[in-house]
T-cell receptor, first 113, second 113 residues
């Protein structure tokens, strides 16, 4: 069966460092991969989208990579800040699925001073 | 600019009661979605509507029905609530197409006793 794995343990990182979150998938050939941020008690908020033929995508302090050979995406936050503390979700979709997404369980990031 | 609005925010039901969760979006999006989020399970798609007038089952449709009332509104109905349906329910919307990010409401927290 299709499986998306994100590290269920929280990632604790010091302010100013680069946070790296991992999304692995099996039995799946996604065409697109998206990353969302979710704060406690709120809905997910879209951050970045990357296509299968793109290796890397950047937006301000955020960078996403997509390796279809390793079946893995890495999500980086550079110069992390306490305000970056949240749960980060990866989501995958096929082509022709009207944006139907399959989500991972998310990784909680805690940035401390 | 409200985005996606869900009502109610909280609800407690008794087993066997029925309830309709409401969702409205003001972004003129074609596609709308209902998810449930449970601890350790991630977001799972219940039903979606690719465009006005169409609805389709997602990953976990049993026990639920939906109505796409018009382009703005997409409701989720529990006909006979069960404790297993205790969850946080999120509505989302997007432009139609493969690569569109989804915009989420802040959820309805539903407890069934």
């Amino acid at each position: 069966s299709q499986k998306i794995e994100q590290n269920s343990e929280a990632l604790n990182i010091q302010e100013g460092k680069t946070a790296t979150l991992t999304c692995n998938y099996t039995n799946y050939s996604p065409a697109y991969l998206q990353w969302y941020r979710q704060d406690p008690g709120r809905g997910p908020v879209f951050l970045l989208l990357i296509r299968e033929n793109e290796k890397e995508k950047r937006k301000e302090r955020l960078k996403v990579t997509f390796d279809t050979t390793l079946k893995q995406s890495l999500f980086h936050i550079t110069a992390s800040q306490p305000a970056d503390s949240a749960t980060y979700l990866c989501a995958l979709s096929h082509t022709g699925t009207a944006s139907k997404l399959t989500f991972g369980t998310g990784t909680r990031l805690q940035v401390t001073l | 600019n409200a985005g996606v609005t869900q009502t109610p925010k909280f609800q407690v039901l008794k087993t066997g009661q029925s309830m309709t969760l409401q969702c409205a979006q003001d972004m003129n999006h074609n596609s709308m979605y209902w998810y449930r989020q449970d601890p350790g399970m991630g977001l799972r798609l219940i039903y979606y509507s690719a465009s006005e007038g169409t609805t389709d089952k997602g990953e976990v449709p049993n026990g639920y029905n939906v109505s796409r009332l018009n382009k703005r509104e997409f409701s989720l109905r529990l006909e006979s609530a069960a404790p297993s349906q205790t969850s946080v329910y999120f509505c989302a919307s997007s432009e139609w197409g493969d690569v569109q990010p989804q915009h989420f409401g802040d959820g309805t927290r539903l407890s069934i006793l």
